[in-house]
Structure formats: structure tokens, C-alpha cells
């Protein structure tokens, strides 16, 4: 008898269709579509993601079987992320892992995209020596839609204790990357231009608020009125500093949210500290999170570029373990939009 646990894993909640085969917890492929028509809009355009969902999910489910030698017989269960995310782009991945579990009578797993990012860390390829964090450790969980301090006690058992009042870090990135007429998603530009740029050239507002909670929304209003005055007495303004203004924005936004970690860190006594989503890959962020692990003042754990932005292997090694607890999901259970950990 076969005794092999393989999970097939599918992520369809914002603008990348993904899909994952993890088998006894060692990952074997993770295959991503993503979507450049949003690239025109300076942001995700819903109905536009929905459609190329349905375009891309039968050919890359199938890529990602076959990249693991995998045929549909030997799948043990689908995990698909439930919610949260865009109502039209789940829909499209939660009824084909639906349908495929039915056809193939296989249990469907229910994986919450957020626990997907912050269980990245445990994602293993075959052979590879990999450091996993010890429970409880700290996530911080920064990406286009949030920004968030989590305590992970177990894989299933997780509470955020500081999150963003308004903006998520990503989603400042992205609107000071727009209001300086770069391109969409901007935290990837920015990073780019600001390795060229001086940190400490031009100074921003930094919020005051109580406790472990994020706010960005006074830093983007305070780039957008510095650049307003800016270009009053010269239009140039932005293209001649373009590289200090990502590099003192970068900075800014780095270090809000390196200080409420540290906070965080202090108060809770936790020194195994986490970084995920997609603006866990920006490079200054990533060098303040090495400082501190090369201090001695934490053991850090930093996800690899691949695991940053949204893919199904996350989705995959939470469905492992699920699976290994036989925790379930009824058929009928609907996507959600939105939902906490
Ligand atoms: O986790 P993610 O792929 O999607 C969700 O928000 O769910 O994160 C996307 C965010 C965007 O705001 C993007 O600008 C930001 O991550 N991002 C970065 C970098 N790469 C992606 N931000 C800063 N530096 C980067 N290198």
C-alpha cells in the first residue's frame, strides 16, 4: 500500500495563479502564472484577474503535476486558499480544487492565505538542510494588503498583535511609486532605485501611535504635499532626486516597521523573529532584519524571493499539515473575502 501523503495546493486570491505539490512535506513543484494586464491600471484590476484566472489555472495545475512526476491518481487531497482575497479571483480557484476533489474523492483542505505567508518558513526541497523556526516565534507579515506583527504559537494556532490602522506597507510603496509616475508594483522599482540613493536625503512623517500597530497613511500624505511643494519651484524635482526620494521613503517605511518589531520582540521575550509577503523581498528591509541577526539579538528567518509573493507552495505546506491532523474542509464551505488569522 501506498503510504505517500501528496498534496495538491492551489492559490488563486489576488493577481497569480499558482499551484503546488508537496509530498511528505517536501515540496515538488510550484508553478506561477502571473498577470501583466494590470500593469496599464497601477494596480490589480478585479474583473481582469478573475478572467486570467480562468485562463491560466488548467495549464498551470497541469505544469505543476507534471514538473513532480505526479499524476492525478497519487494526489492524497487539494488545499486551496479559501480567503481571504478577491472575491472573483478565489472563486476560480476554489471551484476547480472543488470540482477535482469531487472527481478524484479526495478531501478538500481550506488554507487561509495569510497563514499560507507566515508558514512559508517550513517549505522544504528535497535534500535541502533547512533551519525552521521553534514555536512561538514572530512573523511580521508585510505585503500589499497588510501589514502585520503575528505571534505564531503552532501552525494552527496564530494571533496578530499588532497590524496597520489604514495602509498597508506594500500598498504605500506602491501609491508613492504612482504619485512619482513610476510603474505598478512599485515596491520592487523602489527598491531598485534607492540602492543608487541616499537614505538620509529627505525626511518623512513617522506615525505616533500606541502599542504594536502600523500606520502609513500620514507618511504617503506627507510624500505627496513634500512633493507638491517640491515641484512648485522646480518640475524636475522628481526625475533628478528619483533615487534619494525611493531611498528616504524606503527608509522611512523600513524603519516604522522595524521599530514596533523590536517592540514586539522586547515585551514578548520571543527571539526566533520571521519575515513574510511580498515586501518581506525588499532589500533594505532584509538588511535590518540581517543586523539583527547578526547582532545575536534574534535568530531571524528570511523566506527565500520565491516564497515572498504570492505562490501555492505556501498553501501546499499548510495543507500538509492539515492534512497530517486530518483537518478537513466540508465542500460547501464558500470563499471568503476577507477574514483575521
Ligand atoms: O504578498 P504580495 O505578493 O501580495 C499581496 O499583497 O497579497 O505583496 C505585494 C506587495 C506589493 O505592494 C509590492 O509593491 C510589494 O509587495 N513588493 C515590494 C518588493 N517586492 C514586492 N516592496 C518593496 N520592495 C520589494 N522588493
Excluded at 501609491?175 to 512619482?180: D, R
Excluded at 512599485?186 to 513617522?206: C, E, H, M, V
Excluded at 522611512?252 to 523590536?262: F, H, R
Amino acid at each position: 500500500m501506498n503510504n505517500d501523503i501528496v498534496i495538491l495546493a492551489i492559490e488563486s486570491s489576488c493577481d497569480d495563479t499558482s499551484a503546488a505539490v508537496i509530498k511528505n512535506g517536501i515540496l515538488l513543484s510550484n508553478v506561477t502564472a502571473g498577470q501583466e494586464a494590470h500593469q496599464l491600471y497601477g494596480g490589480v484590476v478585479p474583473e481582469l484577474a478573475s478572467r486570467a484566472h480562468q485562463q491560466h489555472i488548467l495549464p498551470v495545475v497541469d505544469t505543476a503535476l507534471k514538473k513532480a512526476g505526479i499524476t492525478q491518481e497519487d494526489i492524497s487531497a487539494i488545499a486551496v486558499t479559501l480567503g481571504p482575497g478577491l472575491m472573483g479571483s478565489l472563486l476560480v480557484g476554489v471551484s476547480f480544487a472543488k470540482g477535482l476533489a469531487i472527481a478524484l474523492g479526495v478531501p478538500l483542505i481550506e488554507v487561509n492565505h495569510l497563514q499560507g505567508h507566515i508558514l512559508a518558513h517550513f517549505l522544504k526541497t528535497e535534500g535541502e538542510e533547512l533551519e525552521t523556526p521553534p514555536y512561538p516565534y514572530l512573523c511580521l507579515m508585510v505585503s500589499g494588503g497588510n501589514s502585520q506583527i503575528v505571534r505564531v504559537d503552532a501552525y494552527n494556532k496564530m494571533g496578530i498583535i499588532g497590524q496597520t490602522i489604514d495602509d498597508a506597507a506594500g500598498e504605500a510603496m506602491d501609491k508613492c511609486s504612482k504619485v512619482m509616475g513610476f510603474g505598478y508594483p512599485g515596491g520592487p522599482i523602489i527598491d531598485k532605485l534607492a540602492r543608487q540613493g541616499n537614505p538620509t536625503a529627505f525626511q518623512f512623517a513617522k506615525p505616533n501611535i500606541p502599542n504594536y500597530d502600523y500606520s502609513f497613511s500620514g507618511l504617503k500624505t506627507s510624500f505627496l504635499y513634500f512633493l507638491r511643494d517640491q515641484l512648485k519651484d522646480n518640475p524636475n524635482f522628481i526625475e533628478e532626486n528619483k533615487e534619494d526620494l525611493a531611498a528616504s521613503l524606503e527608509k522611512t517605511i523600513v524603519d516604522i516597521l522595524m521599530k514596533k518589531l523590536e517592540k514586539a520582540a522586547k515585551d514578548t521575550g520571543i527571539k526566533h523573529v520571521a519575515l513574510a509577503g511580498g515586501v518581506s523581498a525588499n532589500t533594505a528591509l532584509r538588511t535590518a532584519f540581517q543586523a539583527k541577526g547578526e547582532s545575536g539579538q534574534w535568530k531571524i528567518y528570511i523566506p527565500k524571493f520565491g516564497y515572498t509573493t504570492d505562490n501555492a507552495a505556501m498553501i501546499a505546506i499548510v495543507g500538509y499539515f492539515k492534512f497530517l491532523d486530518k483537518d478537513f474542509c466540508p465542500i460547501d464551505k464558500p470563499a471568503y473575502s476577507r477574514t483575521t488569522l
